[in-house]
């Protein structure tokens, strides 16, 4: 049983930090690549990030290059999300996903499992 549980998240002034969690569980987690998507009240899902298997390769939305770093602890079964400079645009409910496929991907179509989510808040 494939299990994503992300968790870090919660409500933080514009310029604030927080760091994303995504525990994994039911998969060989060091062959999936790792994404992180994330939807506001009324908006598309959107991507905003993803890791590679190995943790060489990664891909950002220009919305927070420079700003969010991901990485993985594949010892750790856990992917984060670093999250600097935080916008209140930033706001959403923040998903971890994984994608066994073997090239990078934006698109949340390729992603075979999920996570049920955790909310970031940033006030202005």
């Known amino acids: 049983q494939v299990q994503l549980v992300e968790s870090g998240g919660g409500l933080v002034q514009a310029g604030g930090s927080l760091r994303l969690s995504c525990a994994a569980s039911?998969?060989?987690?060091?062959?999936?690549?790792m994404g992180w998507f994330r939807q506001a009240p009324g908006k598309e899902r959107e991507f905003v990030a993803v890791i590679s298997w190995s943790g060489v390769s990664t891909l950002y939305a220009d919305s927070v290059k420079g700003r969010f770093t991901i990485s993985r602890e594949n010892a750790k079964n856990t992917v984060y999300l670093q999250m600097n400079s935080l916008k209140p645009e930033d706001t959403a409910v923040y998903h971890c996903a994984a994608d066994g496929s073997f090239t990078l991907s934006r698109l949340d179509r390729r992603y075979a499992h999920w996570g049920q989510g955790t909310q970031v808040t940033v006030s202005s």
């Open positions: 039911g998969f060989t987690f060091s062959t999936y690549a």
